[in-house]
Every structure is written in C-alpha cells, then in structure tokens.
C-alpha cells in the first residue's frame, strides 16, 4: 500500500431532525482495499454521498493527494477520479448495455454507435459478463445489472472506487470474479473503498476497516487486529448474542394433532419458467426456499402469492381451496408477501414512512373506507417503536431512510395488515448485522405465536438459523427438501449440486 490518495478530515452533515455526521475522519491509501463498516444509519451512505458530491457537506474539507478539493457533484468526483457503484443500481434499464456503460462520458463515443459497442463488448468479455452490448439493461438480471454497472466503474480512470454493496445480488462465482476484479485494481494503485454487510467478504479481500455508528466515527483499524467479534461489538455499541442460538429465544409453537397446514400448493407453476412444484407450512412454522441465485426461489414464492401468472396448479388456504391468481387475493385470504426488491417492488419513495405503512392495509379496506389520520398516526407510531425504526418522524420521506430502515417500515407495511402467512423474500439483503439479528428474533417470536412464514435468504447461516425445513431449488426445479439433522451447509450444497455429501 502506498501514500494516502484520499483524507477526508471532521466531515459534518446534517438533516432535518439528524445528525448524519459529526466530524467524521477516513483515509484511504494507493493499493488499498478499505472497508467501510457499521450498522444502517451509522452514516457510510452519507459519507460516501458527501465524497461523490451527491450531498454538499457542512463542515470539514476532502483532500486527493493532499491537495483540497471541492466536489459539488457526481460530475467533479468523476472527474476527479473517483468512480462509484451504489447498492441499488442506478442505471437506465430502457437504453441497452452499452449506453449504460458510456453515458455521460465523451460524447463522440456515444455518437459513434460501432466503436461504443464495440469497446462496450471488449469490456464486458475481459470480465466474462454474460450480457450483450446492444443489449436492453432491462432484459438483464439484476446480478448481470450490477456486474455492468461495476463494469462501467473500473473502465474509468478512476484513483478511486467506491463499492456501495455490490456483492448483495451476486452468487459466490460472481463475487470471486469481483474480488479478482478488485485484486487486480489493487495492484494497479487504485485505492478501494468497500461497503458490505457480508463480514465473511470483509476478512476475505480487504486491508483496513473504518466503523461509523451514530453518524460517529469509532475508528480505524487493520484486518489483523479486529476479529470478527470485536468488529460486531464496535459496530453495535454492545456485545453481540450468540446467533447460533437465537433459535432457543423463543419458545415453540405448540402444534395441535390433525392440524391443517395454513397453505398448500399442489402442481404449481408460473409465467416465470417455475416448474411444477407441490407445497406446504403449518402453523408456527419458519420453511424456506434455498438454492443458488437464478435457481427459482423466488419465482417459487411469487407463484404462491399471485405476483406471477400461473400456469398450472391448486392451493388451498386453511384446508379450503382458493384461487389466488394477483396480489389483492392473497392478500384477502391472510397471506403477505415482503419482495425481493425492495427499491422497485417494495417502497413508495416520495411517501411518508406513516403512508408506506398503511399502504397495504388501507388497500385491503378498498378506496372508499378510509381511516382517518390519527388512525393512520397511530399505526405508524406503534410499528415505528415496536421494530425500532430510526426516523425522524412519521412524516419523513421513506427514500430517506438507511435500507435497513426502509426494509422495516415495509415489514410493518405487512403486519399491520395481521397475516396468518407471511412470505419474506431477502428481509436482510443489504442491512446491518443488528438488524439482521433483529429481524431474525422477530421471525422466530411470531413464529412462536402461530404464524406461518416462508424465510428466503442468499445466507445459508441465515437460513439454517431461523427454518426448521428448507425447500432445495436447482434450475427452477425443486430437488429436495430437508428437515431436521439434514439442515447443514454440506447436506444444502449437496443436494444443491445433485450429489451425496462425499460429492459423488
């Protein structure tokens, strides 16, 4: 690692009604991969805002190889050298691929539609990403998404990059073809700032760690010095439970003989390529969908909730059967649905988090029975304070709000509205070990009190620490389903593969 390319000295930032940051230090050197750490709202999304010009800052000055600089947009950091790659993507999915990658770059390449392709498809082949340069971004996956809008990032000049949790719609080949791609710019000089939630990826590609909380900077240390415990104590503020046990927190649910599953599904299938798959849960039972991305978890549950065309199939709701073929069905029959992504299926962003709230449950009441404002207060107070949703009010823009944040107010979008089955699909994509700790303990608590969930998580730990029966997806096939001393990482991987755990 070389000199400091970056100093960011007692950086301020304020909101109304938060203090965002309070005199807040980073550096960054030459050829190092730098981990920016700490829980959602702890001020990394600021921070970084602030260096990219998104956000003017208060107080405290920003220097490149010592030398200060004014960054009033996005335009200056790039032409300054610093590139970024945000956590929700923020491309133009109408233009194709290539547009993507050289919008607001030199002018005569994007009038030069040939060599724009063609230097587009040479970039895209060296970082062996599956899409074509003509390409409409909108046909793509949101993995393949992200991998241009890397893609675009590194070709720039940049001394800087900044990875915004990039790795949150990535399977573990792509992450490696990532994190080569971030070898690879270390060794060249570029200094790399990264933001992830994934502690695993953390220990595995970076040099340094600087944690926030609070909008305060707590410090900064190198990855030799801070094990993984003391990293999740200094990002809390406290000693983090044993995860391992949250399970045993909360008492079972206390399943009667005979009891009728809540759902089931029989022959199912969708417009989203789902091969026919046979379904069910019980009462007070935590079941999920686990597979490699791209394997059909969640068209699997957007089958079941109608968010998909069906194709084929039956189900039945507390032994009676029912047709649920859009969203407002399921809904009526007591059945929830938290969406993958959050940012397009999930918030209305120039809402409040008060109306993102009632949102739902005021759909299920129909447009000519509205409840009155203090109602609508005093909903929002309630889920506000029982899921500790940082906001400065109900009243404050929800696109305002830290994704962990946003990811809350929507999961008490969808309690208000009491299911008896609630699908959560990627609840902790994204967020903060604490709030992943507390959304876990919430699963399990309702869990406990008869309701049925359906749990999708990327993180295997995750899944094994809160489902007591995974439903195994390869290629839109369901191909087992385990219980009990089957629920482990190799027995998932195994069956996932189409093997025995010895790998034959």
């Given at each position: 690692?070389?000199?400091?390319?970056?100093?960011?000295?007692?950086?301020?930032?304020?909101?109304?009604?938060?203090?965002?940051?309070?005199?807040?230090?980073?550096?960054?050197?030459?050829?190092?991969?730098?981990?920016?750490?700490?829980?959602?709202?702890?001020?990394?999304?600021?921070?970084?805002?602030?260096?990219?010009?998104?956000?003017?800052?208060?107080?405290?000055?920003?220097?490149?190889?010592?030398?200060?600089?004014?960054?009033?947009?996005?335009?200056?950091?790039?032409?300054?050298?610093?590139?970024?790659?945000?956590?929700?993507?923020?491309?133009?999915?109408?233009?194709?691929?290539?547009?993507?990658?050289?919008?607001?770059?030199?002018?005569?390449?994007?009038?030069?539609?040939?060599?724009?392709?063609?230097?587009?498809?040479?970039?895209?082949?060296?970082?062996?990403?599956?899409?074509?340069?003509?390409?409409?971004?909108?046909?793509?996956?949101?993995?393949?998404?992200?991998?241009?809008?890397?893609?675009?990032?590194?070709?720039?000049?940049?001394?800087?990059?900044?990875?915004?949790?990039?790795?949150?719609?990535?399977?573990?080949?792509?992450?490696?073809?990532?994190?080569?791609?971030?070898?690879?710019?270390?060794?060249?000089?570029?200094?790399?700032?990264?933001?992830?939630?994934?502690?695993?990826?953390?220990?595995?590609?970076?040099?340094?760690?600087?944690?926030?909380?609070?909008?305060?900077?707590?410090?900064?240390?190198?990855?030799?010095?801070?094990?993984?415990?003391?990293?999740?104590?200094?990002?809390?503020?406290?000693?983090?439970?044993?995860?391992?046990?949250?399970?045993?927190?909360?008492?079972?649910?206390?399943?009667?003989?005979?009891?009728?599953?809540?759902?089931?599904?029989?022959?199912?299938?969708?417009?989203?390529?789902?091969?026919?798959?046979?379904?069910?849960?019980?009462?007070?039972?935590?079941?999920?969908?686990?597979?490699?991305?791209?394997?059909?978890?969640?068209?699997?549950?957007?089958?079941?909730?109608?968010?998909?065309?069906?194709?084929?199939?039956?189900?039945?709701?507390?032994?009676?059967?029912?047709?649920?073929?859009?969203?407002?069905?399921?809904?009526?029959?007591?059945?929830?649905?938290?969406?993958?992504?959050?940012?397009?299926?999930?918030?209305?962003?120039?809402?409040?988090?008060?109306?993102?709230?009632?949102?739902?449950?005021?759909?299920?009441?129909?447009?000519?029975?509205?409840?009155?404002?203090?109602?609508?207060?005093?909903?929002?107070?309630?889920?506000?304070?029982?899921?500790?949703?940082?906001?400065?009010?109900?009243?404050?823009?929800?696109?305002?709000?830290?994704?962990?944040?946003?990811?809350?107010?929507?999961?008490?979008?969808?309690?208000?509205?009491?299911?008896?089955?609630?699908?959560l699909d990627e609840p902790t994509r994204g967020i903060d070990v604490g709030t992943k700790v507390d959304i876990q303990k919430l699963v399990l608590k309702l869990a406990s009190e008869g309701m049925a969930i359906t749990f999708i998580s990327s993180e295997t730990d995750e899944m094994l620490r809160t489902c007591s029966r995974l439903i195994v997806m390869r290629d839109r096939h369901v191909v087992g389903e385990l219980t009990g001393?089957?629920?482990?990482?190799?027995?998932?991987?195994?069956?996932?593969?189409?093997?025995?755990?010895?790998?034959?």
């Amino acid at each position: 690692m070389g000199k400091a390319v970056l100093k960011m000295r007692g950086i301020d930032k304020v909101f109304p009604g938060v203090h965002a940051l309070q005199n807040v230090d980073f550096t960054l050197c030459e050829g190092e991969i730098h981990a920016l750490m700490g829980e959602n709202g702890a001020g990394k999304s600021t921070l970084i805002k602030v260096l990219t010009g998104v956000y003017t800052k208060d107080e405290g000055e920003i220097l490149l190889n010592d030398n200060a600089v004014s960054i009033r947009s996005p335009q200056d950091a790039q032409n300054l050298g610093i590139s970024t790659v945000y956590q929700e993507i923020t491309l133009c999915p109408n233009l194709s691929v290539a547009e993507n990658m050289f919008i607001g770059r030199e002018q005569k390449s994007v009038r030069n539609w040939k060599k724009m392709n063609e230097d587009a498809g040479k970039i895209l082949d060296e970082l062996a990403i599956p899409a074509k340069p003509a390409q409409q971004l909108a046909s793509c996956s949101i993995a393949v998404q992200q991998m241009v809008a890397i893609a675009r990032a590194v070709d720039m000049d940049c001394k800087v990059l900044i990875l915004d949790e990039p790795t949150s719609s990535l399977d573990e080949q792509e992450v490696e073809k990532l994190f080569k791609l971030m070898r690879d710019l270390k060794a060249k000089g570029v200094g790399i700032i990264f933001v992830t939630h994934f502690l695993d990826q953390v220990y595995e590609v970076c040099d340094k760690i600087t944690v926030l909380r609070d909008g305060q900077l707590v410090g900064e240390y190198e990855i030799k010095d801070l094990p993984r415990v003391q990293l999740v104590s200094k990002m809390l503020g406290k000693e983090l439970d044993d995860m391992s046990d949250i399970k045993s927190e909360n008492a079972s649910y206390e399943k009667k003989a005979n009891e009728t599953p809540v759902f089931t599904a029989t022959n199912l299938s969708s417009t989203e390529a789902v091969h026919p798959f046979d379904f069910h849960i019980n009462k007070g039972e935590v079941n999920g969908f686990t597979g490699l991305l791209g394997s059909g978890r969640s068209e699997c549950v957007r089958a079941i909730f109608g968010a998909d065309r069906n194709l084929s199939g039956e189900k039945t709701k507390d032994g009676k059967q029912v047709k649920i073929s859009k969203p407002i069905d399921a809904m009526k029959k007591g059945i929830a649905y938290l969406p993958e992504d959050r940012k397009v299926d999930g918030i209305v962003g120039d809402l409040s988090v008060r109306e993102n709230i009632v949102l739902a449950y005021q759909v299920l009441k129909g447009a000519l029975h509205p409840f009155s404002k203090a109602e609508a207060y005093k909903f929002a107070d309630e889920y506000i304070k029982l899921l500790d949703i940082k906001t400065a009010s109900a009243d404050t823009p929800i696109k305002s709000l830290s994704g962990g944040n946003q990811q809350k107010v929507i999961l008490a979008r969808w309690l208000l509205t009491h299911p008896d089955y609630l699908i959560l699909d990627e609840p902790t994509r994204g967020i903060d070990v604490g709030t992943k700790v507390d959304i876990q303990k919430l699963v399990l608590k309702l869990a406990s009190e008869g309701m049925a969930i359906t749990f999708i998580s990327s993180e295997t730990d995750e899944m094994l620490r809160t489902c007591s029966r995974l439903i195994v997806m390869r290629d839109r096939h369901v191909v087992g389903e385990l219980t009990g001393d089957d629920l482990n990482q190799t027995k998932i991987m195994s069956t996932i593969a189409g093997g025995e755990s010895d790998g034959k």
